[in-house]
């Protein structure tokens, strides 16, 4: 007989007009990493609130059975104290605190008279730091280390609580290439330690190299469960399982007609707004032109984020210098309010933080960036702004029962859609899309790339930032690689392969080359440090 660690039978689990989940069952073997896969509202997350009692037994139907024992959680400290343990995507550090206050936070380390013992709790926190492989003093402020570390911050505090069985909501989403593989590399190592870990992730090459076994959902069910170990496991299979369909292309098709140049941006060089001397951007030179899907590909701190957003009414920098240019007239964009004036539109990377009112429901979202379309002698006319979002969500398939639905209660792929109605109903020429796909599931991302598709059929140009360079290859005419703040290939998409476009994204700071050729210009200076390591949230 299996050794089954976890039993989920029969779950069922009803919010208002809502089945979340229908009858899902799920089994865990002891000391495996289990990745769960499924679509934005496909009930994963839903599942393992069940599962940790965020949602206490009697809110479901169905059994749960950990160990061989049946278990009726009533909150999240019952389920930890049989030592299950969920970490959730939005992560829940204090950052005021210190990392060793925010381990033990509730689980404090007493001694005499009941006060903390804080020699023995930075002593402790030490020794979970060295197990996860943090090299950070654990009286450091949380608000100082990044994304990354507070992740694992996240694993000691779980460490700290002798878990069994680790629960991560989309561990990787928010991380860069080196601290996702070594994130992935401390599950391993946990696995090995007889750690059981159910992992939530869309990033299906990700949990192809980490998983034993994979659960996918879809609409609520249990569709099937993968053994890696013995089944012919593929991405296709596994997108096939999640959306109920083939995706023989993950890109929808489409016949650019591609116009006149729209937007020229010459010689664009900026300085970091924090250190001082250092520049981010040096002497970036780029066309758009209607109707063109234009990719802008780079490694993490190559400088896309801050070139976009410098562009964007000098969002980001100092000392900015260079040219816009515009339908042939050079143009003065100044701030935020001169690039909307101008027909330039910014989509953040970051939806949540800068992109989106969360506690606001959609309709606002929709219109505040265009409140001036909206307005009569200086008053918004409601009607109207509703008329306007109620629009947008019909034809950007905004799944929510109305306008006045709260934006933070909607799917990660939906809120993108709010984010793609706000800029667009600023109706601009040139639209910049930073990241629009990341932590959608596939199905949402084929929405995603439909409305860029019909962005530009429109004659707009669309400017796309992605470090996924497969969906470059799979959306855009042309593509341009950053290196350490410059641009050094333009690269048309006959010609664009992954190989050919990591060669000139790992260009080095002493091998510089010609923007479409690559040949060697000694006439380029080198860049003083390492452009994107601070950028403010963004990158």
Not at 185 to 194: H, I, N, S, T, V
Not at 354 to 374: H, M, P, Q, V
């Amino acid at each position: 007989m299996t050794d089954d660690i976890l039993r989920m039978r029969d779950i069922t689990k009803t919010f208002p007009g809502v089945r979340a989940l229908q009858e899902v069952s799920l089994s865990v073997r002891r000391g495996e990493i289990h990745a769960i896969c499924g679509e934005n509202g496909a009930g994963k997350s839903t599942l393992m609130k069940v599962l940790s009692g965020v949602y206490p037994h009697g809110s479901y139907s169905g059994e749960i059975s950990f160990d061989g024992e049946t278990c009726e959680f009533s909150d999240i400290r019952d389920s930890e104290r049989r030592g299950i343990v969920i970490i959730h995507q939005e992560l829940a550090l204090c950052p005021q605190l210190s990392i060793a206050e925010n381990i033990f936070l509730g689980n404090e380390r007493a001694g005499r008279g009941r006060l903390i013992d804080w020699n023995r709790t930075n002593h402790e926190a030490g020794e979970l730091l060295a197990r996860v492989g943090l090299h950070e003093n654990p009286v450091t402020q949380v608000s100082d280390i990044g994304v990354g570390k507070q992740q694992l911050v996240e694993i000691a505090k779980a460490l700290s609580k002798r878990v069994r069985l680790l629960i991560l909501d989309e561990p990787t989403a928010a991380l860069n290439d080196r601290d996702s593989a070594h994130l992935l590399d401390l599950l391993r190592g946990l696995r090995d330690e007889g750690i059981t870990c159910v992992i939530i992730s869309h990033k299906l090459n990700e949990i192809a190299s980490i998983a034993d076994r994979i659960t996918i959902l879809r609409d609520g069910r249990t569709i099937e469960t993968l053994d890696l170990g013995t089944d012919e496991v593929t991405e296709d299979r596994i997108i096939s399982g999640m959306v109920g369909r083939d995706l023989d292309h993950r890109f929808p098709p489409r016949e650019p007609k591609i116009g006149s140049e729209v937007l020229r941006i010459e010689d664009w060089t900026v300085h970091s707004p924090t250190q001082h001397g250092r520049v981010v951007v040096s002497n970036a030179n780029l066309t758009l032109r209607r109707g063109e899907i234009v990719g802008l590909a780079g490694l993490m701190g190559a400088g896309r984020t801050e070139l976009a957003m410098s562009v964007f009414g000098r969002s980001y920098g100092t000392n900015i210098s260079g040219r816009l240019v515009k339908d042939g007239q050079e143009i003065t964009v100044r701030s935020v309010r001169d690039a909307i004036r101008h027909g330039i539109a910014y989509a953040t990377e970051d939806r949540k933080r800068y992109g989106l009112n969360l506690i606001e429901d959609i309709k606002r979202n929709i219109s505040a960036a265009g409140l001036t379309r909206l307005a009569r002698r200086g008053w918004v006319d409601d009607h109207r702004e509703y008329q306007v979002a109620d629009e947008y969500r019909a034809s950007m398939n905004i799944k929510a029962p109305s306008v006045l639905s709260v934006t933070g209660k909607l799917s990660g792929g939906n809120q993108q859609k709010v984010v793609l109605s706000k800029w667009i109903f600023t109706n601009p020429e040139v639209l910049i899309l930073d990241e629009p796909t990341r932590g959608i599931d596939v199905g949402a991302k084929y929405e995603i790339y439909s409305i860029i598709n019909r962005l530009a059929d429109e004659g707009k140009a669309v400017l796309v930032i992605s470090s996924e360079l497969p969906e470059l290859l799979g959306l855009c005419d042309r593509i341009y690689t950053l290196s350490a703040g410059r641009v050094t290939a333009e690269v048309p998409r006959a010609e664009a392969t992954q190989e050919h476009l990591m060669r000139f994204m790992t260009k080095g700071q002493t091998d510089h080359g010609d923007a479409r050729t690559g040949t060697d210009d000694p006439g380029v200076a080198d860049v003083p440090g390492r452009p994107g390591d601070q950028t403010n949230g963004q990158e």
